[in-house]
């Protein structure tokens, strides 16, 4: 599978970004599943809820199916956090996998940037990023600058350097 990473700082626009990719490549029949990073403690699942009771009473996974949709939840405990591969590896083939976080994780990378943010850039660093998506000019980088504001121009640059054909 193809796995591109679209990293950044908070309120950046990654999210508004990669919904945009999803809807690009989906409509040009492009498979698409995406891994997004919760940097806390996150939820799905709520107090009261059957899945909820049961994983309150020790169940490692649960399950929620429906004829639409299912989900699982999996208790990694005092475990490591799995790596991103492990996750990667759930999925079922696509043809793109688009991962939102995972900033220091060696995987292709594209990073996006915002004017005005007080956060530090991730490239030149990082030299999995192989491009910046950024909504100001950015004159002396040494690796492409796309437009945060053209989501197609941005799949485009991911379409050819993967050889999707769109």
Known sequence: MNIVGIVGWRNSG????????????????????TIKHAHHAFDIDHPGKDSFLHREAG???????????????????????????????RLAPVDLVIVEGYKRHPHIKLEVRREGQEASDLA???????????????????????????????????????????
């Open 59 to 89: 169940a490692h996974e649960v399950l929620v199916a429906s004829a639409r949709r299912w989900a699982l939840m999996h208790e990694v405990g005092e475990d490591d956090e799995p790596l991103l591969e492990e996750h990667i590896a």
């Open 14 to 33: 990654k999210t508004t970004l990669i919904t945009r990719l999803i809807e690009f490549f989906s409509e040009r029949g492009i498979s698409v599943s």
């Open 124 to 166: 030149p660093e990082d030299t999995d990023i192989m491009a910046i998506i950024a909504d100001y000019p950015i004159p002396d980088s040494t690796i492409p600058i796309l437009p945060l504001n053209d989501p197609p121009a941005v799949a485009r640059f991911i379409s050819e350097f993967f050889k999707l054909a769109v």
